[in-house]
């Protein structure tokens, strides 16, 4: 309670803050940093709303240095990190030419340690470059559909357990591109509260009706389910041609898992389509790595649409759907991918195939299983620890996305800035990825994290705690965070 | 205290016995009504009906939904795709048979270029090949940064911004500036992705005739007609002219110098999409605005994507810092997409010192496209549409039988009989139904610089053969 209302405080006086600069800058007594319009076209119709950009001119820019960090090495589990120094508070950066080395990476979304510029994976990538080139101006259609992409579409059914699929370039594009070509007018798209920006998009584009349901809240599905069978269409009541519902394996900002199991029940009890995104929990969950069908245990033919893509976990670039036969022949035709945009980059493919291979073990190593299960692990040790020191984490306990709760805009900007002084790389998210009251700064495990790194990390987040009262629960175990940990507890016992 | 209350309640009970007489009645009614109101029965307006329990339940299990989707005929035209084995270049291996590639939108030659490859090679080993994250956290890396201002100078332009995909450029940009509300006429011929930036917009679209000045006059001036009706709403209305350099519908130029002159009779800010025309028209290669000698600040946002000269991936914005500082937050392909791999950008970047240290590859590219466009006037059967200057031509049929799908199947005999002479062509592909004016079918004559002579000659003597063979019957 004390703390919602220190945060909203602390809006407020920003809020005020902000009016009184922007005054200043109107009445020219302070320097007005931003671009300016071009001399001859003062009097065109302003090309944004001054109040659109409040939030950006005086809350962004304060903490601006937070994100878009520019790196210059591998994102793995250290990265380094070019310098940058401002002078005039955030509004232009300069780089000394210094680079800050072995930052841990808490922030690149590299859960299974594929980002990396050795080993066979990068081996095979080299190669094809060097045959094949880099680009394929052309699209899949015409003639840029390569012997590569159909044996990496054929790998990417197997890994899944489906009958086949087809992958796209860009993960975003493939969501804002296919839903539309799966369901259009006439049809009804139940999609959660949390779901990603492309979700939104494509959802938009294919010009269907709407529904928003609570988060993972099953009760609020099923009553929108029933609502929509039993009504129909608003306003000529005609049945629905089609509902699909629209989900995702791991929520990014929240770090909660779907409720898999009842939303299959549910599906098969009104006869709905379901769209599953596993843009995170592709090679991330499960105890073989194949996503959070296999976290569940269940069986891919009861996902129609499987989405996801090689960002996160292969260490790539690109986006795939996979399902039945029929609905990747459908796609093969009338997806707009196919036909307006270039295919996939073939060194790109080769990291795509490499990896998986790894993964399912058909590279004849198990290093692909160990990665997975030591990514379970780390995930487990980093949340108890976080939780026993007192923070507030969002979240199911076996997802490596794991969402630490600051709620105070000012600590936003501090906590980036102090885990970076102590080597740490982290990600904070404020408004408008997350509500305005709930900003958090968001931890990426990843299996290429040893425990030694996982501990220093620990350590520099409980004194950075400290320092910014961030430990905001009730339920703290005194045994970690009290006492130093070389102390007299475990004498008798080695003894 | 009881004095104090009792005072009150006097002074209540004198009011009420001089208080005039209607207003008492006025008042007595108010309280019966709002009594009413209290204690009637509320009801939503569609459920004037009730339905039980057991309706419903009949209605849930009657409902049968649509096949997920319509089933796919083994022979539909696009379903098997062409496989090409090996790489994409000049020389391509498509259905296993070796053929010179007239396919491929490779017009400076660069895919296969050793150079570049090496470059990419050396990025490859530097960074790996993902990049693990968006632009915002720790995906950029210091290759974006240097492409986006080898790009911004090349272009001599204040700001670029890299995009991971070439159709999300312009399909992102778009949306980022216009809103509901806001007011934007486009090219009938607009390609696809653009179609989809202006639908994501949902800002009101106006289309004019392909090419047509006095047709997007007319709109203009209707336009300033209705804003001198509502002259505060038109203070806040933004408007915008969306065009591309050289359409890859139609193989033609925009009129840039003329729509310069009605943006700022108009006050219409223009939006310039220059695909195909990045790196093949102009003096050095510096698209539409350099081929008409247009001062480059008066377009207020040129966009391209990589793919085409440049034989990489992704795409690129650029323009004045006060216009595209703004996708920075607001552009959804990039906040809320992964970045370019670094490897990618690298081998762009190499691309990009390449055209600069030989300006005169494009003059030697549009000499072959002249050649091209003479040698291939007067095919039997087909006609040749777009400029002398275009390095991507299409070949329609002269006469067409009424139905798309025979028309395909014709142009789709002409393209099979070159691949057996050896000579790769494509059919220009598109989606029907999606299409806002759907372009006829065409096959697509791509001239690259790698292009000989002899490859010329063979090219078109065959689809001449193919087309008197074929189409004269």
């Known amino acids: ?495 | 205290m009881a004095t104090g209350q009792q005072w009150v309640l006097v002074e209540m009970v004198q009011a009420f016995y001089e208080a005039p007489a209607y207003h008492l009645i006025l008042e007595g009614i108010l309280i019966l009504w709002i009594i009413r109101l209290l204690f009637s029965k509320t009801y939503k307006l569609h459920e004037t009906y009730k339905l039980t329990e057991k309706e419903k339940e009949e209605l849930i299990e009657e409902w049968q939904p649509e096949a997920l989707v319509p089933p796919v005929s083994k022979d539909y035209p696009t379903l098997n795709y062409d496989v090409v084995t090996g790489p994409p270049s000049h020389k391509i291996t498509i259905n296993g048979k070796d053929c010179i590639n007239f396919a491929s939108f490779n017009f400076l030659g660069l895919l296969d270029n050793e150079r570049v490859k090496q470059k990419a090679l050396a990025s490859l080993k530097k960074y790996g090949v993902g990049t693990c994250g968006p632009r915002g956290f720790y995906g950029t890396f210091d290759v974006h940064l240097e492409l986006e201002s080898r790009l911004s100078k090349f272009m001599k332009t204040e700001e670029a911004i890299l995009y991971s995909y070439g159709f999300a450029t312009i399909a992102s940009a778009i949306p980022a500036y216009s809103k509901r509300g806001d007011i934007i006429f486009v090219d009938e011929a607009a390609c696809f992705a653009i179609q989809k930036g202006l639908q994501a917009s949902r800002s009101l679209i106006k289309y004019f005739k392909h090419n047509d000045m006095e047709d997007l006059e007319r709109l203009l001036k209707e336009q300033e007609l209705e804003d001198l009706k509502n002259p505060r709403k038109a203070r806040v209305t933004r408007k915008f002219i969306v065009v591309e350099g050289l359409y890859i519908n139609t193989a033609d130029i925009c009129p840039l110098p003329e729509l310069v002159k009605l943006k700022y009779k108009y006050k219409v800010r223009i939006f310039l999409e220059e695909s195909m025309s990045f790196g093949v028209l102009g003096d050095h290669g510096r698209g539409v605005t350099e081929h008409f000698g247009v001062n480059i600040d008066d377009i207020d946002l040129i966009s391209a994507n990589m793919e085409n000269a440049l034989a990489s991936i992704g795409g690129f914005c650029c323009g004045r810092s006060f216009v595209i500082d703004h996708q920075r937050l607001s552009g959804q392909g990039y906040c809320f997409s992964a970045s370019l791999p670094p490897m990618l950008a690298a081998a762009a970047i190499e691309a990009l010192n390449i055209m600069e240290e030989d300006p005169d590859v494009f003059r030697v590219l549009r000499e072959k496209c002249k050649h091209v466009y003479n040698a291939l006037q007067g095919t039997p059967g087909l006609k040749l549409a777009g400029v002398p200057v275009a390095p991507a031509l299409h070949l329609e049929l002269e006469r067409s039988s009424g139905s798309r799908e025979s028309d395909m199947k014709q142009l789709r005999s002409v393209v099979d009989y070159c691949m057996e002479r050896h000579v790769a062509l494509t059919l220009a592909r598109c989606l029907e139904k999606e299409e806002r004016f759907l372009p006829p079918p065409s096959i697509r004559v791509v001239v690259t610089i790698e292009q000989t002579e002899e490859d010329i000659q063979k090219a078109v003597a065959c689809i001449r053969e193919a087309a008197s063979a074929l189409l004269i019957s």
Not at chain 1, 115 to 140: H, I, L, Q
Not at chain 1, 181 to 197: F, P, Q, R, T, W
Not at chain 1, 386 to 412: C, Q, T
Not at chain 1, 413 to 436: C, D, Q, S, W, Y
């Open chain 1, 1 to 495: 309670m004390m703390v919602a209302v220190l945060t909203y405080m602390g809006y407020g006086i920003l809020t005020i803050f902000g009016y009184l600069r922007d005054f200043l800058r109107h009445w020219k007594i302070e320097r007005c940093h931003i671009a300016r319009e071009k001399e001859e076209q003062k009097d065109f119709v302003p090309l944004y709303q001054d109040f659109e950009n409040f939030y950006t001119r005086n809350l962004y820019m304060r903490i601006r240095d937070n994100w878009n960090r520019p790196i210059c090495s591998v994102p793995g589990a250290k990265m380094d990190l070019m310098e940058r120094a401002t002078y005039d508070y955030n509004w232009t950066f300069e780089y000394t030419g210094r680079v800050v080395q072995d930052v841990i990476n808490l922030g690149s979304y590299n859960y299974l340690g594929f980002a990396e510029n050795t080993g066979p994976c990068a081996d095979s990538a080299a190669e094809v470059t060097m045959k094949y080139g880099v680009g394929v101006a052309s699209t899949r259609q015409e003639i840029g559909n390569l012997d590569r992409h159909e044996e990496m579409e054929k790998q990417v059914a197997r890994f899944l357990g489906v009958e086949s699929a087809m992958a796209f370039g860009m993960g975003f594009a493939t969501n804002s591109m296919n839903i539309p070509a799966l369901v259009g007018k006439g049809c009804l798209i139940l999609s959660d509260e949390l779901n990603h920006a492309s979700l939104v998009l494509g959802a938009r584009l294919s010009g269907s009706t709407i529904r928003v349901f609570k988060h993972n809240n099953m009760q609020s599905l099923e009553k929108l389910l029933r609502e929509a069978i039993v009504h129909g269409q608003p306003r000529t009541r005609r049945p629905w041609k089609k509902i699909l519902i629209v989900v995702e394996g791991i929520y990014s900002m929240e770090g909660s898992i779907v409720r898999l199991p009842e939303v299959i029940a549910l599906k098969k009890r009104y006869r709905a389509y379901l769209y599953l995104d596993e843009a995170h929990s592709i090679g991330a969950l499960g105890p073989r790595g194949r996503g959070v069908v296999d976290y569940f245990g269940l069986d891919p033919c009861d996902v129609d649409v499987m989405m996801g893509t090689f960002t996160k976990s292969f260490g790539a670039a690109g986006g795939y759907i996979a399902g039945k036969r029929e609905l990747i022949e459908y796609l093969r035709s009338h997806s707009h991918s196919a036909v307006y945009a270039t295919s996939m980059s073939p060194p790109v493919v080769e990291q795509i195939i490499t990896s998986m291979k790894c993964i399912m073990g058909e590279d004849g190593t198990t290093i692909g299983s160990e990665r997975v299960q030591q990514l379970a692990e780390n995930t487990v040790y980093f949340r108890k620890r976080l939780r026993e020191m007192g923070f507030i984490i969002y979240g199911n306990n076996d997802s490596p996305v794991v969402p630490l709760m600051l709620y105070m805009p000012a600590k936003i900007g501090a906590f980036g800035r102090e885990m970076l002084k102590r080597n740490i790389g982290v990600v904070v998210v404020g408004f408008p990825a997350t509500p305005i009251i709930e900003s958090r700064a968001r931890f990426c495990i990843s299996a290429g994290h040893s425990k030694n790194m996982l501990d220093q990390a620990l350590n520099v987040i409980s004194e950075v705690g400290d320092l910014l009262q961030l430990k905001y629960s009730h339920h703290r175990l005194q045994l970690s965070s009290a006492r130093p940990f070389d102390d007299d507890v475990y004498e008798d016992i080695d003894d």
